[in-house]
């Protein structure tokens, strides 16, 4: 109980937008603290589906959303999203949503490299989403970024594009054999929205801070998957920032003891979509159900994600580098038709047994999953609403997840509505 932070487990795309505005209900702030508009965040209310890429969830529920100074804003996306809140009917005015002034901005120039960087890899591609994610990261890194708080001067702002798109044109032309980007239209694309912008920037930490102190509950949105961390995931198949729960602190500017819940959002199978090693991908029928019936297409990208059984090396580790204090198990209800079921317990590698998740990609995609089988239960759970009224081996499914996870699953989740969830134990 508390404040509760949300991330996924595996490689993204668990649930984490169903189960946040789930959750919003009770939350007073909802912040996003890493990512950008790689995300893609799927609710669905009354039957109508709204994904968010930018924006945290809890704007559904009409709650106060932050976008913390660890996330990378692509400005004109973030427009773009608050008109379509706006035309339905949800307010995403300066007032329900404040960006941080020290988030940093995505440039034209970061989509630019993000594909021509990915071009030039050819196959060994990572398959980004394209949305310039990780050459704003850099830009952070190597302190040439561009934030928010830079719009309110505009002769630095100016100052600045020029510095960097000197810096990126050379790099373009000369390296990547790219289309170069004309100074003076990038500068005019960004004076004509700054002005929108600034009535939004904020210092989100003392907000955060002063809420925290007058008994606010503050609800954290991740984005991607444990997996996906820069330094945790399987590097170089990986994402620009941070995923894990303790970023909450570091990417809203909260300290790390005002994070009481850590709640991992877990599919029941797994997915993945982008290249990178997989261990318990499915290439045969079951995997296509499971494709299918999970309507595995990226919320992003709308690419084909590819599918898997429920690996525990993966969920284990994600126990222990968020330190979940509880599991939302989602997508259950995709499983209803499966004669069988499968569940990895760990790797064997070279006849070796692995239980941990190894370093080296060339190790990785080498392991073969450990299977242990389970039988399904061949029953439609979508319309259930109490633990009890499952099917005995769905309990007995999420029961062995549990005790192979050590972690309790406190949130069962049998559709893509918000009402589609049994609640085993509040949260927030
Ligand atoms: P996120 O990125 O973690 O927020 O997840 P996405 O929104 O990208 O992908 C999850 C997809 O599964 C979305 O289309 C959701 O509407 C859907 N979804 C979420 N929970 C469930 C569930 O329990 N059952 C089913 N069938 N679909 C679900
Ligand atoms: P949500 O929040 C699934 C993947 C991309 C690619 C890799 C790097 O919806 O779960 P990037 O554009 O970040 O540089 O791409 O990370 N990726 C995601 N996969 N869900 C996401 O977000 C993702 N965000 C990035 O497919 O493999
Ligand atoms: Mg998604």
Redesign the pocket.
């Known amino acids: 109980m508390g404040n509760t932070v949300i991330i996924?487990t595996q490689w993204?795309?668990?649930?984490?937008?169903?189960?946040?505005d789930l959750l919003s209900e009770h939350a007073d702030f909802v912040v996003r603290f890493q990512g950008g508009n790689n995300?893609?965040?799927?609710?669905?209310v009354n039957g109508k589906?709204i994904?968010s890429h930018l924006i945290p969830?809890g704007i559904i529920q009409q709650k106060n959303c932050f976008i913390g100074n660890g996330v990378v804003v692509d400005p004109f996306v973030l427009l773009e999203e608050i008109d379509y809140l706006t035309e339905n009917n949800i307010d995403a005015s300066p007032e329900m949503l404040k960006i941080s002034d020290r988030a940093h901005i995505i440039m034209p120039y970061h989509k630019r490299l993000d594909a021509a960087r990915e071009e030039k890899k050819g196959d060994d591609k990572i398959g980004t989403t394209g949305r310039g994610i990780g050459p704003c990261y850099e830009d952070k890194a190597t302190r040439r970024g561009i934030r928010f708080a830079d719009l309110l001067d505009t002769d630095l702002l100016k100052e600045k594009i020029e510095t960097n798109l000197e810096e990126k044109n050379f790099y373009l032309e000369n390296y990547h054999q790219a289309e170069t980007l004309d100074l003076q239209e990038v500068i005019d694309q960004v004076l004509e929205i700054k002005d929108r912008l600034i009535p939004y920037i904020a210092d989100v930490s003392v907000i955060l801070f002063d809420g925290i102190t007058s008994g606010k509950k503050l609800l954290f949105e991740g984005?991607?998957?444990t997996h996906l961390d820069i330094e945790h995931g399987t590097y170089p198949f990986v994402t620009s920032s941070n995923v894990v729960a303790g970023n909450a602190a570091c990417g809203s500017g909260v300290g790390p003891v005002n994070l009481n819940e850590i709640i991992g959002?877990c599919?029941a199978y797994t997915t993945r979509v982008g290249a990178g090693p997989f261990p318990t991908e499915l290439f045969d029928a079951i995997g296509d159900q499971i494709q299918k019936?999970?309507?595995?297409f990226?919320?992003?990208t709308g690419r084909r994600r590819r599918c898997g059984w429920l690996d525990m090396v993966v969920l284990r580790n994600a126990a222990r580098l968020n330190s979940l204090t509880g599991i939302a198990l989602?997508?259950?209800?995709?499983l209803d038709d499966l004669d069988e079921i499968k569940i990895c317990t760990g790797y064997e590698y070279k006849g070796k047994s692995i239980n941990d998740f190894p370093a080296q990609i060339s190790v990785l995609s080498q392991c073969t999953p450990v299977y242990e089988t389970h039988p399904g239960w061949k029953q439609d759970t979508?319309g259930i609403r109490n633990y009890d009224d499952l099917p005995e081996n769905t309990r007995k499914y999420i029961a062995r997840i549990e005790e192979l996870s050590n972690v309790k699953i406190k949130i069962?989740?049998?559709?893509?509505g918000r009402e589609?969830?049994i609640i085993r134990e509040q949260i927030l």
């Open positions: 996924g993204g795309d668990e649930g984490k937008g169903k189960v946040v995300a893609g965040h799927t609710m669905v589906e994904i969830s984005a991607q998957g959002i599919k019936t999970g309507a595995e990226g919320a992003t989602t997508k259950l209800d995709v979508s069962v989740s049998v559709g893509p589609a969830t």
